[in-house]
């Protein structure tokens, strides 16, 4: 094994935020024709919009002027636009909102227009969060006297009870990071309690996704500083004494599991995942013999790692290849000679293998998400059969998912980084697959062309899909959605005419429906009721 460095580094802020912009007209390369898009950007309107809506660059440009540019340009670099600004998708500091609501002994406070408070905070409990959400409100005179930034100091001081927390997470959403208001002066530390100053503006964080690093990076961050200072509070951690390997994005929880198995041949133990769920995890996560950044959007947070001397494997143990490319890369980061990797992963290749023969996947698929593990699960789809033509992601391209892209092209499968809605719309379109996955507007647009769809959040990404226990975790779902078309078909002929147009909305008498303005074919009165026969 390599010796593990010391933890160390120099004092380093984190932070940023997020909004929506619109995207480019969308083609795919496929020789079948593609639609491209007729309506307009969802970001049209906030672009038209004033107040805290006023549109991203002029967002910016305030920002900027209030002695924000410094941070804007980190977010920036850390997180890369793509063919267009910004996917559509929900307000990007919901992702940084929900890490700090899962951590034990947290407490956290968001600064920003009371509609966005709201949103957030009913978006998190609809999500399942059971905990308290802080704010802070603002009026045009607090904000542009000072006196918000008083006030929240004001209101960390009160909250820092030590019986109570770790931590204070504080968030600046869109206006207090344009109007400049300075989180990075509040004191670091209140009574024992860590105070972690955030900006989360919408117009500088693309998505909700990559917002969970900007929290997972600060608070590593302060974590580093303090394990560099002194002693720290042990971790609970693996007891058994053997380096580990910290996991880097959120997974089903079977997987650190089934990855903590598959890693015992090679003296290693899994470690962590970030982002964790209580403060004392994050020295475990920073002292360990390397990082699996399973999700490669994070890199705030392995800023933080390679500063405290630890090498970061991309890509994930998924299928028989990737499994094998997988365990060859942490081998070589974590210094563990070549035979033993190779007694290590063959039998667990063996078992994969079988797994994917045992549950073979034979269906045309187009996949999109936003959650970053686009990629690994379209390397799963193909390695288990399945004509897989397109993989779009809301995520930047990155150092560590660059393996994952090639080696999907090679096999033949067009790979969209930040795609927006229309990008993945026109590649159901183009493609005509017989299963779509993807988020709520393209599972609703596939369904509306009797296409079978399954959303990628919760039917997906919700699943093992790491080593043999994921190898045939996705076919069961996959082959019975995908075999649904014929019932998708009769359902759309059942209902063709009513619901949409001049027979929307509701009449009372089920025998007589308004008709056509134009001339036309008369309309067929819609039955009044329905039974499993009738699919």
Same mark, same amino acid.
């Given at each position: 094994?390599?010796?593990?460095?010391?933890?160390?580094?120099?004092?380093?802020?984190?932070?940023?935020?997020?909004?929506?912009?619109?995207?480019?007209?969308?083609?795919?390369?496929?020789?079948?024709?593609?639609?491209?898009?007729?309506?307009?950007?969802?970001?049209?309107?906030?672009?038209?919009?004033?107040?805290?809506?006023?549109?991203?660059?002029?967002?910016?440009?305030?920002?900027?002027?209030?002695?924000?540019?410094?941070?804007?340009?980190? %977010?920036?670099?850390?997180?890369?636009?793509?063919?267009?600004?910004?996917?559509?998708?929900?307000?990007?500091?919901?992702?940084?909102?929900?890490?700090?609501?899962?951590?034990?002994?947290?407490?956290?406070?968001?600064?920003?227009?009371?509609?966005?408070?709201?949103?957030?905070?009913?978006?998190?409990?609809?999500?399942?969060?059971?905990?308290?959400?802080?704010?802070?409100?603002?009026?045009?005179?607090?904000?542009?006297?000072?006196?918000?930034?008083?006030?929240?100091?004001?209101?960390?001081?009160? %909250?820092?009870?030590?019986?109570?927390?770790?931590?204070?997470?504080?968030?600046?959403?869109?206006?207090?990071?344009?109007?400049?208001?300075?989180?990075?002066?509040?004191?670091?530390?209140?009574?024992?309690?860590?105070?972690?100053?955030?900006?989360?503006?919408?117009?500088?964080? $693309?998505?909700?996704?990559?917002?969970?690093?900007? #929290?997972?990076?600060?608070?590593?961050?302060?974590?580093?500083?303090?394990?560099?200072?002194?002693?720290?509070?042990?971790?609970?951690?693996?007891?058994?004494?053997?380096?580990?390997?910290?996991?880097?994005?959120?997974?089903?929880?079977?997987?650190?599991?089934?990855?903590?198995?598959?890693?015992?041949?090679?003296?290693?133990?899994?470690?962590?995942?970030?982002?964790?769920?209580? !403060?004392?995890?994050?020295?475990?996560?920073?002292?360990?013999?390397?990082?699996?950044?399973?999700?490669?959007?994070?890199?705030?947070?392995?800023?933080?790692?390679?500063?405290?001397?630890?090498?970061?494997?991309?890509?994930?143990?998924?299928?028989?290849?990737?499994?094998?490319?997988?365990?060859?890369?942490?081998?070589?980061?974590?210094?563990?000679?070549?035979?033993?990797?190779?007694?290590?992963?063959? $039998?667990?290749?063996?078992?994969?293998?079988?797994?994917?023969?045992?549950?073979?996947?034979?269906?045309?698929?187009? #996949?999109?998400?936003?959650?970053?593990?686009?990629?690994?699960?379209?390397? #799963?789809?193909?390695?288990?059969?399945?004509?897989?033509?397109?993989?779009?992601?809301?995520?930047?391209?990155?150092?560590?998912?660059?393996?994952?892209?090639? !080696?999907?092209?090679?096999?033949?499968?067009?790979?969209?980084?930040?795609?927006?809605?229309?990008?993945?719309?026109?590649?159901?379109?183009?493609?005509?697959?017989?299963?779509?996955?993807?988020?709520?507007?393209?599972?609703?647009?596939?369904?509306?062309?009797?296409?079978?769809?399954?959303?990628?959040?919760?039917?997906?990404?919700?699943?093992?899909?790491?080593?043999?226990?994921?190898?045939?975790?996705?076919?069961?779902?996959?082959?019975?959605?995908?075999?649904?078309?014929?019932?998708?078909?009769?359902?759309?002929?059942?209902?063709?005419?009513?619901?949409?147009?001049?027979?929307?909305?509701?009449?009372?008498?089920?025998?007589? #429906?308004?008709?056509?303005?134009?001339?036309?074919?008369?309309?067929?009165?819609?039955?009044?009721?329905?039974?499993?026969?009738?699919?």
């Amino acid at each position: 094994m390599k010796p593990r460095p010391v933890i160390s580094g120099s004092p380093d802020a984190a932070a940023s935020e997020v909004i929506y912009e619109a995207a480019s007209s969308a083609t795919i390369d496929n020789p079948q024709v593609v639609v491209a898009p007729s309506e307009p950007s969802l970001g049209a309107g906030l672009q038209a919009a004033g107040g805290c809506h006023g549109g991203k660059a002029e967002l910016s440009r305030a920002a900027e002027a209030a002695g924000n540019g410094e941070l804007m340009q980190k %977010l920036s670099t850390d997180y890369p636009l793509g063919p267009h600004d910004q996917p559509q998708s929900m307000c990007p500091a919901f992702g940084s909102l929900r890490v700090g609501l899962r951590m034990r002994r947290t407490a956290t406070v968001l600064s920003g227009s009371a509609c966005c408070v709201y949103g957030l905070t009913f978006t998190s409990h609809f999500y399942g969060a059971k905990r308290t959400v802080g704010y802070v409100p603002f009026n045009s005179e607090s904000l542009v006297t000072g006196k918000l930034y008083e006030d929240i100091r004001e209101a960390v001081h009160k %909250l820092a009870d030590p019986e109570l927390y770790d931590t204070i997470i504080v968030t600046n959403l869109c206006v207090p990071t344009a109007s400049g208001v300075p989180l990075r002066a509040l004191p670091k530390e209140i009574n024992g309690v860590r105070v972690v100053g955030i900006d989360v503006p919408g117009f500088g964080v $693309p998505t909700h996704a990559e917002a969970k690093d900007v #929290l997972a990076g600060a608070m590593l961050n302060y974590a580093r500083l303090e394990a560099g200072a002194g002693p720290v509070p042990a971790p609970k951690g693996d007891k058994s004494g053997r380096p580990t390997l910290t996991l880097l994005g959120e997974m089903f929880p079977v997987d650190p599991v089934t990855i903590g198995r598959m890693l015992e041949p090679l003296g290693l133990a899994a470690g962590p995942v970030v982002p964790t769920r209580e !403060w004392r995890e994050l020295y475990a996560a920073l002292d360990c013999a390397a990082v699996a950044a399973i999700h490669p959007f994070y890199t705030a947070s392995i800023r933080e790692f390679q500063a405290a001397g630890r090498d970061v494997v991309g890509s994930a143990p998924v299928g028989v290849e990737g499994t094998a490319a997988w365990f060859d890369a942490i081998g070589e980061a974590c210094g563990i000679p070549v035979r033993t990797v190779d007694a290590a992963k063959a $039998p667990i290749l063996a078992a994969t293998k079988a797994a994917l023969a045992g549950s073979p996947i034979r269906a045309r698929i187009t #996949l999109s998400g936003y959650e970053g593990s686009e990629l690994i699960v379209g390397r #799963l789809l193909r390695e288990s059969g399945a004509d897989l033509r397109y993989v779009g992601t809301a995520c930047p391209k990155t150092k560590w998912n660059e393996a994952d892209a090639d !080696w999907l092209e090679a096999h033949g499968v067009h790979v969209e980084f930040r795609a927006s809605l229309e990008k993945d719309i026109a590649a159901v379109e183009s493609f005509e697959p017989d299963l779509a996955i993807g988020t709520t507007p393209v599972v609703q647009h596939a369904k509306q062309k009797s296409i079978p769809s399954l959303y990628f959040t919760n039917l997906i990404s919700a699943r093992p899909l790491m080593g043999p226990a994921g190898a045939g975790s996705l076919a069961a779902i996959i082959n019975a959605a995908a075999g649904n078309r014929g019932r998708f078909d009769r359902m759309t002929q059942f209902f063709e005419g009513v619901g949409k147009d001049h027979t929307s909305g509701v009449w009372h008498d089920p025998h007589t #429906l308004p008709q056509k303005p134009k001339a036309g074919k008369p309309l067929v009165a819609a039955k009044t009721s329905v039974t499993m026969e009738d699919f």
